[in-house]
């Protein structure tokens, strides 16, 4: 059959529409597809990112605030001696040996002790009443009782505080120096910058006060024996001994931060 020219015109318009259209079908319309889907994916990639950035903001003032809690935990126990220096009782002799030798005492005894737990106190002064019953008829108004309520009430609040366990090793030692050096070993255990708290101390063979000693004993009319004469010097030797608890605490492992 053969066409005309109006015939190949309208021929080839439908032939340019079916491959325009299959074109759509066959390339465009899958690729729209597949950028709407990309579409519908980054947004949800973005909501997620979203929220991750939001926990992350999150995270951030938690790691600070976990920081600061340990850093102020580390100032904490840094007060207590450390656990590896006295974890026994071999370690707390050394610990405590260079006290004696730098105030140059002689050591006679001593007697220390592995740690244990025990419950740390609370030490506070409670002002006491000479008579209760005397001060209910007296305090009419109740005054007095207010100010005494007021005055005891840090005390009354450490009392009946919550008491915390702490590790703790005693150590007892007997010495023998000069009265100067027994002064210097009392002073040095009371500066060091650890928790040691001194229980008691025993002094033998020391007048504290020579002047006041002889004055007194001028005015009994009291002749000092040879003991006593040895030790108003300042150079004599006297015996002293210390009872002494330290404390130590666990070091708080220190958090990671960092891990996945």
Excluded at 131 to 157: C, F, P, V, Y
Excluded at 217 to 244: P, W
Aim: glycine residues 2%.
């Amino acid at each position: 059959m053969k066409l005309n020219y109006r015939d190949k015109i309208i021929l080839g318009v439908l032939l340019a529409f079916v491959i325009l259209l299959g074109g759509f079908f066959l390339l465009i319309k899958p690729r729209y597809t597949d950028i709407k889907d990309n579409r519908a994916a980054l947004a949800l990639a973005e909501q997620e990112k979203a929220e991750v950035d939001a926990k992350i903001a999150e995270i951030k003032p938690l790691k600070e605030e976990i920081k600061a809690t340990y850093d102020n935990t580390t100032k904490l126990t840094n007060d207590f001696v450390a656990y590896n220096d006295i974890f026994n009782a071999r370690k707390v002799d050394q610990y405590m040996q260079h006290f004696a030798e730098d105030c140059e005492v002689k050591v006679m005894t001593l007697n220390a002790s592995d740690l244990s737990s025990s419950a740390l106190s609370y030490y506070y002064f409670t002002p006491g009443v000479a008579d209760d019953d005397m001060l209910a008829q007296a305090d009419i108004n109740g005054d007095r009782r207010a100010a005494n309520t007021e005055k005891a009430a840090e005390s009354t609040a450490l009392k009946d505080r919550q008491k915390e366990n702490v590790l703790t090793a005693s150590y007892s030692i007997n010495v023998t120096g000069s009265k100067e050096n027994i002064w210097k070993y009392l002073q040095a255990l009371e500066e060091q910058d650890k928790t040691i708290i001194i229980n008691s101390v025993t002094l033998n063979d020391i007048i504290i006060n020579p002047d006041a000693f002889e004055k007194y004993a001028r005015a009994l009319g009291l002749e000092l024996t040879d003991d006593q004469k040895a030790q108003i010097e300042d150079d004599s030797e006297a015996k002293a001994t210390f009872n002494v608890t330290l404390y130590s605490v666990y070091d708080l492992s220190e958090p990671n931060l960092e891990a996945d």
